[in-house]
């Protein structure tokens, strides 16, 4: 296992912080960093709040996405949805905008004997895990839901598993940062991370050097991209291409108020009256045209499910990059070259797992710890040096 290196500030000042990535992981940790009194700017190749946060669907489900084998990243997910209320309410206090976070609750429904058969394998895996999910019975769906089909047969019920509007949120994470007193540089492509005896020392735009004390990498899908580091440090991230579309719900009346998984896809009800439809999974590279398979496979899902879409006009449509680690799990912590914090691979967990990394990224930087947390999910549990072949649990970090 590679030692973690310190992060320790070198003087009682704040250290400056240069983040690569404005989307909500990399804006989160500015502000927290900002809110404490560092210098921080953050560079990002396009608008800040685009790419995987603007595409995304704002889900909070730590419990009814909780699969099989996916035990190990159940105390991170869980531990970020208990801060999300908390963590919405200072946002929105420091940014004076809502980020319209939701507690309907989510189901996951059952249109077919054997759907309802797989569902309630999935309800007693995630019951004995202790996960606060309910099973309901197909009158009681349609009794919380009246336009799905009446062919709904049960469903898996989460009163925790709630949404926020991405889109709001990135907008307000935008705001509290400036206010802050960070600096936001967007439309700017970071050529490499400085690196000098082994340590960041900023990064380069172009052939210009921006020094900084620390580094924090959070770019997404395009983090495995940014030159200037030993492979070591290099984070195996890839894009996962995801289409989702949304159609315009009449003003009048909602379709929906729970956020609902079908067999097929999601529906994802805004209080604007929008619907999102999502979203496919594909290994695509960086290939962003819509196709109309992925198209119409969101689309045939959502009808399945919710008849009453016919009628609705489509508002839009769009395909993003998830950060998809080797193990779909995120990429967190201290890494081979020192003073470079990495917070990406967070893959469909993007928007959940946003305050806690937030919270732990801004941990380490400040004061050297690693959160108890983050460190399963370091960087070294992919290299050779790991003595076990399960995730490297990390050391704390030295002074």
Same mark, same amino acid.
């Given at each position: 296992?590679? $030692?973690?290196?310190?992060?320790?500030?070198?003087?009682?000042?704040?250290?400056?912080?240069?983040?690569?990535?404005?989307?909500?992981?990399?804006?989160?940790?500015?502000?927290?960093?900002?809110?404490?009194?560092?210098?921080? %700017?953050?560079?990002?190749?396009?608008?800040?709040?685009? &790419?995987?946060?603007?595409?995304?669907?704002?889900?909070?489900?730590?419990?009814?996405?909780?699969?099989?084998? %996916?035990?190990?990243?159940?105390?991170?997910?869980?531990?970020?949805?208990?801060?999300?209320?908390?963590?919405?309410?200072?946002?929105?206090?420091?940014?004076?905008?809502?980020?319209?976070? @939701?507690?309907? &609750?989510?189901?996951?429904?059952?249109? #077919?004997?054997?759907?309802? /058969?797989?569902?309630?394998?999935?309800?007693?895996?995630?019951?004995? =895990?202790?996960?606060?999910? %309910?099973?309901?019975?197909? /009158?009681?769906?349609?009794?919380?839901?009246?336009? =799905?089909?009446?062919?709904?047969?049960?469903? =898996?019920?989460?009163? %925790?598993?709630?949404?926020?509007?991405?889109?709001?949120?990135?907008?307000?994470?935008?705001?509290?940062?400036?206010?802050?007193?960070?600096?936001?540089?967007? +439309?700017?492509?970071?050529?490499?991370?400085?690196?000098?005896?082994?340590?960041?020392?900023?990064?380069?735009?172009?052939?210009?050097?921006?020094?900084?004390?620390?580094?924090?990498?959070?770019?997404?899908?395009? +983090? &495995? @991209?940014?030159?200037?580091?030993?492979?070591?440090?290099?984070?195996?991230?890839?894009?996962?291409?995801?289409?989702?579309?949304?159609?315009?719900?009449?003003? @009048?009346?909602?379709?929906?108020?729970?956020?609902?998984?079908?067999?097929?896809?999601?529906?994802?009800?805004?209080?604007?009256?929008?619907?999102?439809?999502?979203?496919? #999974?594909?290994?695509?590279?960086?290939?962003?045209?819509?196709?109309?398979?992925?198209?119409?496979?969101?689309?045939? &899902?959502?009808?399945?499910?919710?008849?009453?879409?016919?009628?609705?006009?489509?508002?839009?449509?769009?395909?993003?990059?998830?950060?998809?680690? @080797?193990?779909?799990?995120?990429?967190?912590?201290?890494?081979?070259?020192?003073?470079?914090?990495?917070? #990406?691979?967070?893959?469909?967990?993007?928007?959940?797992?946003?305050?806690?990394?937030?919270?732990?990224?801004?941990?380490?930087?400040?004061?050297?710890?690693? $959160?108890?947390?983050?460190?399963?999910?370091?960087?070294?549990?992919?290299?050779?040096?790991?003595? #076990?072949?399960?995730?490297?649990?990390?050391?704390?970090?030295?002074?």
């Amino acid at each position: 296992m590679i $030692d973690a290196p310190s992060l320790r500030p070198q003087s009682v000042s704040r250290p400056s912080v240069a983040v690569i990535g404005a989307g909500t992981i990399g804006l989160s940790i500015a502000w927290r960093l900002a809110a404490a009194g560092c210098r921080v %700017e953050v560079f990002d190749r396009g608008p800040a709040g685009r &790419g995987a946060t603007h595409a995304a669907g704002g889900m909070l489900a730590a419990c009814v996405e909780t699969e099989p084998g %996916e035990q190990p990243l159940l105390p991170l997910t869980r531990a970020s949805q208990a801060l999300w209320p908390s963590f919405a309410a200072e946002l929105e206090e420091a940014s004076g905008l809502s980020v319209d976070l @939701r507690g309907e &609750g989510t189901m996951v429904i059952a249109t #077919t004997i054997d759907d309802l /058969a797989k569902l309630r394998v999935l309800h007693r895996f995630q019951s004995g =895990l202790g996960l606060p999910v %309910e099973w309901l019975e197909g /009158a009681e769906v349609r009794r919380r839901e009246p336009y =799905l089909q009446p062919g709904v047969s049960g469903a =898996l019920y989460c009163r %925790e598993d709630h949404q926020v509007d991405n889109r709001k949120l990135a907008a307000a994470l935008q705001r509290a940062v400036l206010a802050a007193g960070a600096i936001v540089h967007e +439309s700017v492509e970071v050529s490499a991370v400085a690196v000098e005896k082994g340590r960041a020392v900023g990064l380069r735009i172009g052939d210009r050097l921006v020094a900084a004390d620390r580094v924090v990498l959070a770019a997404g899908a395009w +983090s &495995g @991209r940014i030159e200037g580091l030993p492979p070591a440090a290099r984070p195996p991230v890839r894009p996962v291409k995801g289409q989702m579309l949304c159609l315009r719900m009449d003003p @009048r009346f909602a379709l929906l108020s729970h956020v609902v998984w079908t067999p097929g896809t999601y529906l994802i009800p805004r209080l604007d009256g929008r619907l999102l439809i999502g979203a496919t #999974t594909e290994e695509r590279g960086f290939d962003d045209r819509l196709t109309a398979g992925g198209q119409y496979a969101l689309l045939e &899902g959502a009808y399945r499910a919710l008849p009453g879409i016919a009628e609705l006009p489509i508002e839009e449509s769009w395909a993003g990059f998830r950060p998809g680690s @080797r193990d779909d799990a995120p990429i967190l912590g201290a890494c081979a070259v020192d003073g470079l914090v990495l917070a #990406t691979g967070h893959h469909r967990n993007g928007i959940l797992l946003t305050p806690v990394t937030a919270d732990a990224v801004a941990r380490l930087v400040l004061t050297g710890e690693t $959160d108890p947390l983050i460190r399963p999910f370091a960087i070294d549990r992919f290299t050779a040096e790991r003595s #076990t072949g399960e995730h490297a649990q990390g050391t704390e970090l030295p002074a």
